[in-house]
């Protein structure tokens, strides 16, 4: 049974740096053949896509974020971490990790997704 749970901080400061990490049990994220997408919900808005990572390593981003964003594998401890940079209240939200087999960029509907997480709720705030 493939099971993906998000964790970070919870709290950040503006300006910082928020790292969030998925553990995938089930399947591996380098041999699987999935591609391992972040999305996230900020409060009384739609979710919007994050980016994502293949199973090759190959990294997508929303264009709006892909300069404050990095989303990487740990392969020894089966994880999918996303970095964002410069934090500001407006990346407040929930976040989820959710695999697909296909790559569609920008994918939002849970429907595409074979795996959704929980989510991590992220507050930036000084």
């Known amino acids: 049974q493939v099971q993906l749970q998000e964790s970070g901080p919870g709290l950040v400061k503006p300006s910082q740096t928020l790292s969030l990490t998925c553990t995938v049990s089930g399947v591996s994220v380098q041999t699987g053949w999935h591609y391992w997408a972040w999305i996230r919900q900020p409060p009384g808005k739609a979710l919007e896509w994050v980016g994502v990572?293949?199973?090759?390593?190959?990294?997508y981003y929303s264009p709006s974020l892909k300069s404050r964003t990095s989303i990487f594998r740990d392969t020894s401890r089966n994880q999918i971490t996303l970095q964002l940079l410069s934090v500001t209240p407006e990346d407040t939200g929930v976040y989820y990790c959710?695999?697909?087999?296909?790559?569609?960029?920008?994918?939002?509907?849970?429907?595409?997704?074979?795996?959704w997480g929980q989510g991590t709720q992220v507050t930036v705030s000084s």
């Open positions: 990572i293949g199973y090759s390593g190959s990294t």
């Open positions: 959710a695999a697909s087999k296909t790559l569609i960029l920008g994918a939002t509907d849970k429907n595409v997704y074979d795996f």
